[in-house]
């Protein structure tokens, strides 16, 4: 695994560039997320390998005592919703990527990695004839905004495209960095079973999955399945109470995963 480069301190109102990390990894990473299977995935297990968390799923790479690769948090109310989870990813990732406002008065430490986050624009209609651009896929809709607005990010210095769930940000952020498999942990993307990490006796954080299903959510992977996973990008889910379905992307077992993380 390769060196992503240095960069400036935050404070001092310089971010890294996702330029710049740009294809700099290979091999195998986790990417794990908050729903309820993550509980029981053996994360100590795959700890050689880099993750990327996502919101609350901070929690069980802290109780593993493993630093995140990266943190990826879209969600700008987490941080007044889950202060201590938001707190703990701050200190203890090694690289952020966040919205621009969520580093202001923030306590990093002074070597953590900052890349802020935007949204790419909205692909044009030559895009949308051709399903592609310089930087990106998009849905082969030329009569249609909507339809070209379901797309996927190669590249994250042009920004990353919203899906409504956070996993879909890491999907594009792993392939921006060049990473050639990918480890779904904890993407169950079920609104009914929750997050493993809300007990029901402290703060729940409001979900939209269900909303965005149909809409936003499938279509986007279903596009990531047909037009950007090939030989030099494979991605396996490991929940098997995921909704994602399986020919989108296939759901694999432990034993498999262990044979490719090794």
């Not at 995140?68 to 879209?74: E, L």
């Not at 430490?109 to 651009?133: F, I, Q, S, W």
């Not at 379901?150 to 919203?162: L, P, Q, T, V, Y």
């Amino acid at each position: 695994m390769k060196t992503l480069p240095s960069q400036l301190n935050a404070e001092r109102g310089a971010f890294s560039s996702f330029e710049a990390c740009r294809n700099t990894q290979k091999g195998p990473v986790v990417i794990l997320a908050s729903g309820a299977s993550a509980r029981h995935f053996p994360l100590g297990e795959f700890a050689h390998l880099p993750i990327i968390a996502m919101n609350g799923s901070i929690s069980l790479t802290a109780a593993c005592g493993l630093k995140p690769f990266f943190y990826v948090c879209t969600d700008r109310s987490f941080r007044d919703q889950q202060p201590e989870l938001f707190a703990t990813a701050l200190q203890h990732s090694e690289r952020l990527a966040l919205w621009p406002d969520q580093f202001g008065n923030a306590d990093i430490p002074p070597d953590t990695e900052c890349y802020p986050l935007h949204k790419a624009d909205n692909p044009g209609m030559l895009d949308g004839l051709r399903g592609h651009g310089a930087s990106h896929v998009c849905g082969r809709a030329l009569w249609s905004k909507r339809a070209r607005s379901i797309a996927f990010s190669k590249d994250m210095s042009s920004g990353h495209f919203d899906a409504r769930t956070v996993a879909y940000v890491a999907l594009q952020l792993a392939y921006h960095l060049g990473f050639e498999q990918v480890l779904l942990v904890g993407v169950d993307l079920d609104q009914a079973v929750g997050r493993f990490y809300e007990t029901g006796t402290g703060t729940v954080s409001p979900c939209g999955l269900d909303q965005h299903w149909d809409s936003r959510i499938l279509p986007s992977l279903r596009l990531m399945a047909e037009q950007v996973v090939n030989e030099q990008f494979q991605v396996y889910n490991l929940s098997t109470s995921s909704r994602i379905p399986d020919q989108l992307i296939p759901k694999i077992d432990l034993d498999e995963a262990r044979r490719i993380a090794a």
